[in-house]
Structures are given as structure tokens and as C-alpha cells.
């Protein structure tokens, strides 16, 4: 039985880097930012130029084009997610079934909107990757482009850290460096060994 680990979080708050420290150590990954940064190449592209016309360039969806036309437009975003979602959850069919066929014990979800969309009903348990907000908000701030407007746009269609971290198996808590969350990924591996298949019955670590 392969166990599904849905890993969540915020926007900037440490999902790749804590999904990469179980990449190192062998675990199937599916990131779904990812999936989607590959669909905007491919498939997704004539759909969101028929939706958005202009925002693809050569073929590829220009995501700060298609930013600017979705973020603090609600119902743009929903028509956007309308179109996104349900290829990112064929990609991430495919992936379990991959895992599954090759006898996988453990695969990770990432996905950014795995509580917001319930994607959490098809884990057997949920990671949250947190970190005070000021810290969110410092890493988000430093990207290029990012400003205060568009770190807000996005962090208000999100739910709530407290709520996530409410409803998580487990914490990684990824503001005290890089050494101390990949200790918490070996705790959570260690506290799951053994139990793969069987459905909510991890722990927090203590
Ligand atoms: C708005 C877009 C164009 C911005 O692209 P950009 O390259 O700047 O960001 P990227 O895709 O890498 O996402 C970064 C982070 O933004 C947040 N975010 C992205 N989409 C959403 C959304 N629909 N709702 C809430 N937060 C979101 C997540 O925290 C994500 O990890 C892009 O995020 C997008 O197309 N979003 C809609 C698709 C979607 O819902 N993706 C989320 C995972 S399926
Ligand atoms: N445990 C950690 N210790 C120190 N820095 C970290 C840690 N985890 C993440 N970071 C830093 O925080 C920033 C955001 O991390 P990352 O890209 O993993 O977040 P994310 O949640 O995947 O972001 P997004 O929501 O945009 O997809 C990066 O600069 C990364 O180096």
C-alpha cells in the first residue's frame, strides 16, 4: 500500500525546499506549482489564451501577464482555477497511479491549495510547512517582482496559516533553518515507517 502525504502551506513558507529533502531520500514527489508551470507550456495553453486572449507569448503562458489579469479579480481567478485544476488533478492521478503500480510505500502531494481544495480527502495524512509571518512575508517580499499588493492578493484567497497548521498530521516548522527542517522530515519519516496504507493513523511528532 503506497501512503499518500499531502505537504501544504502559504506562499513562501517552505514547501519546495521541505519537498526536496524528501526527494533526497527517495520519495516520489508531485508538485502541483510545477505541474502547472508545465501545463502553461503545453495542453493549458490554447485554453487560457481562449479564456485570457494575450496572455500566451509563443506558445507559453506568460504567468506575470496572466498575473496581471487574475490577481484581485476574483472571478477571473475562479475561472482560471476552473480551467487548471482538474488537468493538474489528472497529472496528479497519474502520478499515484505510477507510484501505486511500482509498489511506492510513500509519495508526496506539494500542492499550495491542497486544503483550500480538499485535496486532503485523497491523503492518508497532511504535512503544513509554516513559519512566522514575518518571515513569510520577508522571503515573499524578496522575490523579483514581488510588491506588498501582490504578496496580499495572493495571501487573502489563502487559508489562514493557524487553520492549516489546525488541521495538519504534522509541522515543519521551516523558519529555523535548513538543518533543523530536514531533522523534522527525518522525525516525521521515522514516525511513519511502519505504517504505510494505513489511513489517519499518523502522529504529530512531539
Ligand atoms: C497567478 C499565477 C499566474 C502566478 O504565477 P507565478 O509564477 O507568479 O506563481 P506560481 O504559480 O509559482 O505560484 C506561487 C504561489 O502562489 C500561490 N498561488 C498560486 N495560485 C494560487 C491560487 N489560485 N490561489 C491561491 N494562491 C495561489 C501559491 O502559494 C503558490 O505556491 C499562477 O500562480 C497561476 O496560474 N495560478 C492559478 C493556478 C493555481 O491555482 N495554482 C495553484 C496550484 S494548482
Ligand atoms: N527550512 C528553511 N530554512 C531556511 N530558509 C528556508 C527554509 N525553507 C524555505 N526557506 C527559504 O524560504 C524561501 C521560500 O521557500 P520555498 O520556495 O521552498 O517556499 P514555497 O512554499 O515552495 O513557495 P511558493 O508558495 O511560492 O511555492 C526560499 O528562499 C527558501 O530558501
Known sequence: MTFVLG???SIGMGKSTTANFF???GVPVHDSDAAVHELYRGRAAPLVEAAFPGVVVDGVVDRERLA????GDAEALRRLEAIVHPLVAEEERAFLERARRDGAQLVIIDSP???ETAQD????AVLVVSAPPEVQRARVLSRPGMTEERFERIHVKQMPDAEKRRRAHFVV????GLDAAER?????LRALSGRPGHRRQAEAPA
Open 7 to 9: 505537504l501544504t502551506g
Open 23 to 25: 526527494r533526497a531520500r
Open 68 to 71: 496581471a489579469r487574475v490577481l
Open 113 to 115: 491549495l491542497l486544503l
Open 121 to 124: 480527502g485523497r491523503c492518508d
Open 173 to 176: 516548522d521551516s523558519s529555523r
Open 184 to 188: 523534522q522530515v527525518r522525525d516525521i
